[in-house]
């Protein structure tokens, strides 16, 4: 499986490339723009991985952009949070309902995370 990963922090990048790097591919970027960028080349992802919470570009703007320019990846997203949410964070989780985990997260809990959402939108949510 192909995943791409966006988080601001390289520690948690780092980690997440270490779990999953014995099974999948692992394309990883510090913000969204950039991955953005990647995706405008590179759609062949199976998963998305991304944090919620970014400076420069949210996960939430992230996902609308997906939504727009790559609608076929959207319901492969899972995002990743801390769980201080703000109102627009709230807003998003409850509009959208997408698969989220919460940091920290064990390595079973990612990988039964990108299983899920590989599988498409209707395993998303039977489990959380």
Avoid: W
């Avoid at 991304?50 to 790559?70: A, I, Q, R, S």
């Amino acid at each position: 499986m192909r995943v791409l990963v966006v988080d601001d922090e390289e520690l948690m990048l780092n980690a997440i490339r270490r779990v999953l790097r014995d099974v999948h591919v692992v394309v990883a970027f510090r913000s969204a723009s950039e991955a953005m960028r990647r995706l405008a080349e590179d759609r062949g992802f199976d998963v998305i991985l991304c944090d919620l919470m970014m400076p420069d570009m949210t996960g939430m703007t992230f996902h609308d952009e997906v939504v727009k320019l790559y609608p076929e990846l959207a319901s492969r997203m899972v995002f990743m949070t801390g769980g201080a949410f703000a109102p627009a964070a709230r807003e998003f989780l409850g509009r959208v309902d997408p698969l989220c985990i919460q940091k920290p997260f064990s390595p079973d809990q990612l990988l039964e995370a990108l299983s899920r959402a590989a599988q498409g939108p209707d395993n998303l949510h039977d489990s959380r």
